[in-house]
């Protein structure tokens, strides 16, 4: 359909496989679509995407194949046979799965000649096409900017973070992390105000406060471990007041019946900080217990 209109195709039509499949067809772009189970691509055919028969052919249709299935193991189930049919085109595989895989999936596109993408897509399905959404890419440069103007259309904050493809697994499993992290303590927080008769949407402004106001610690602390002097200085609170804090919280998750699982996790990494000498520190200290042992 022309340089600003290149044809795509999107192999894996789960929800967020239609969704990407979706967000090319609005964008008027010729897009071929495959999965294993074709009444998937019913939607997608009847607003003009044209359903290929094989794998193959969905990659014979378009220099750009996007890939979206549930794990590598099924990239190179569906598409590792294909061989000579992948020179000269260009993979971007949304897959999730971890570093290593997104490695070792490059160096198989590599020696079937073809330019590969890793990406992680940081948005679920409904959000794809939306400015404010996030997508992780990494990879040549050259080829994630020849292509940009397309992966673009599925999330404005489309980003490239080098040439490690390993990267957007990271960063994916990372956040997810965050998210899960932040998520547990706002529900635990919930259960001790509740018995206090106070509702989650009457604490729920205050949490976002706080969480506001955690963002100035962790830049802080971010600054202080990129120094990569072990310092720590503790401009905010040290960690044995952080540790005296804690202790309250475990205490009254005691006496309120609330599970005490997640503030005793806590408070058993501090100790083991503490322990290491880091008692009058700052909280990024903390991140010694999270890295693995120098070699």
């Not at 506001?212 to 602390?221: G, L, P, V």
Request: hydrophobic share 45%; net charge negative.
């Amino acid at each position: 359909m022309g340089d600003n209109h290149p044809s795509v195709s999107v192999i894996g039509l789960g929800l967020m496989g239609q969704a990407l499949a979706a967000a090319f067809l609005r964008a008027g772009h010729a897009t071929t679509v495959w999965n294993r189970s074709a009444d998937k691509a019913r939607g997608l055919v009847a607003d003009g995407a044209v359903l290929a028969a094989t794998p193959g052919d969905a990659v014979a249709a378009s220099d750009l194949v996007v890939v979206c299935v549930s794990t590598y193991d099924v990239v190179h189930d569906v598409i590792g046979t294909l061989g000579d049919a992948l020179h000269g085109k260009t993979l971007v595989n949304l897959t999730s799965g971890s570093s290593a895989q997104a490695r070792r999936t490059a160096e198989w596109a590599k020696r079937n000649g073809a330019a590969y993408l890793d990406g992680a897509i940081m948005i679920t399905p409904p959000g794809i096409g939306a400015e404010t959404s996030v997508l992780f890419y990494a990879g040549d440069r050259a080829v994630f900017d020849a292509h940009e103007p397309v992966l673009k259309l599925l999330g404005g904050g489309t980003t490239h973070l080098g040439t490690d493809h390993g990267k957007p697994a990271l960063f994916d499993v990372s956040l997810l992390g965050l998210m899960w992290g932040a998520l547990n303590s706002f529900l635990h927080g919930v259960a001790i105000v509740e018995t206090g008769g106070v509702k989650a949407r009457e604490f729920l402004p205050w949490a976002h406060m706080w969480l506001d106001a955690i963002k100035i610690f962790t830049a802080d602390y971010a600054a202080q471990i990129d120094a990569g002097d072990g310092k720590f200085p503790a401009h905010d609170a040290t960690l044995e007041t952080h540790l005296g804090a804690l202790k309250h919280l475990v205490e009254e998750s005691e006496a309120l019946g609330v599970d005490t699982e997640l503030p005793k996790y806590s408070e058993a990494l501090m100790e083991r900080v503490i322990a290491q000498g880091h008692a009058g520190n700052s909280y990024a200290s903390v991140v010694q217990a999270y890295r693995r042992p120098a070699r």
